[in-house]
């Protein structure tokens, strides 16, 4: 399983890479937004900031909601770094988009996925991933992780070779769960990843270690 982290906020990129265990990065507007980063040119900086970071696929999404915006945006993003994958919405005029892009070499994140119907759509496109939300289907009293199994089972069924990127990860546990039905990625924030160490008994086993480890001090 790949890990991506779900952030614009390079402090938090270098963390996890410096971890060992991080494979790529995704963003959004929002995310642009929240560390105040405003402007074409600031933003367009910002992916390749991240692409200097992180060896791996980096997610930058279109603006745009009509086909030759999202072509022309997607083509502008896909030239600033070879790791840059077009992240584009699912609508219909992304579909064609994707299959435009995909036709060109260019790679693709398809998002805003919540059914498995949209995800089919997004294999036949050939995007590269496709992200169903979680944690925001949760939020409406739907099963998320049922959306996954759902969606492996098509891609296993058929063959197709794009990749789940499960997305609104929201701790550790997701994670986990997520990995056990088959996503190939997860993309989350930080402390959903570092989360992941935690356990009690690995606490109180390493504090009698230590302890034992004085007395042979002594």
Not at 52 to 77: C, F, Q, R
Not at 90 to 100: L, N, P, R, S, V
Not at 155 to 181: E, P, V, W
Not at 183 to 212: M, Q, R, S, W, Y
């Amino acid at each position: 399983m790949k890990f991506f982290i779900d952030t614009a906020n390079l402090a938090q990129i270098k963390e996890a890479n410096d971890l060992g265990v991080l494979d790529g990065v995704t963003t959004n507007p929002s995310l642009m937004a929240k560390e105040g980063i405003k402007g074409k040119a600031a933003v367009m900086k910002h992916y390749v900031d991240i692409c200097n970071i992180v060896k791996g696929d980096i997610s930058a999404e279109v603006i745009a909601t009509d086909y030759d915006g999202i072509v022309a945006e997607g083509e502008e993003l896909a030239k600033l770094h070879e790791q840059i994958v077009v992240k584009v919405p699912m609508i219909k005029e992304g579909i064609k988009a994707i299959h435009y892009f995909t036709s060109k070499g260019i790679k693709t994140n398809c998002t805003l996925v919540f059914s498995p119907g949209q995800a089919l759509l997004a294999a036949k496109a050939g995007a590269t991933y496709v992200s169903p939300f979680i944690g925001r289907l949760d939020d409406v009293s739907t099963d998320g992780l049922q959306l996954i199994s759902e969606i492996r089972q098509i891609y296993d069924n058929y063959g197709f070779q794009t990749q789940i990127l499960a997305a609104s990860i929201r701790h550790a546990m997701h994670i986990i769960n997520c990995a056990k039905l088959g996503a190939d990625v997860a993309t989350c924030p930080l402390n959903a990843i570092t989360d992941l160490l935690k356990h009690p008994l690995t606490d109180i086993g390493l504090e009698k270690f230590l302890a034992d480890a004085k007395k042979f001090a002594n």
